[in-house]
């Protein structure tokens, strides 16, 4: 899911998950659609560029609600990403 030329990015937040295997990190947008996606960033601090993961579509009324209040938005995002086990920051 390309973002180039896609619906503005409201919301980003950044998160990562640990593993005896590998340490990750991943980006989380919310786009000005409604979709919300994750995508994995790094693997043991080396980079990687993979495709958007659809993680929800928010109902139109609860966007035209979070696109006015980014701190809101911000904190759905926070609270997907807490719900797949990443630790914010």
């Not at 030329?5 to 998160?15: C, L, Q």
């Not at 994995?40 to 006015?68: A, C, F, H």
Request: hydrophobic content about 40%; overall charge positive.
């Amino acid at each position: 899911m390309a973002l180039i030329g896609g619906p503005k990015v409201i919301a980003r937040v950044n998160s990562s998950s640990a593993s005896a295997l590998a340490v990750m990190s991943f980006e989380w947008i919310m786009r000005a659609d409604g979709q919300v996606c994750y995508r994995l960033t790094k693997v043991d601090g080396r980079s990687e560029r993979n495709p958007w993961t659809l993680v929800t579509q928010l109902q139109p009324g609860e966007l035209q609600t979070l696109g006015r209040d980014k701190s809101r938005a911000k904190a759905l995002l926070d609270d997907l990403a807490q719900r797949q086990g990443h630790k914010l920051g």
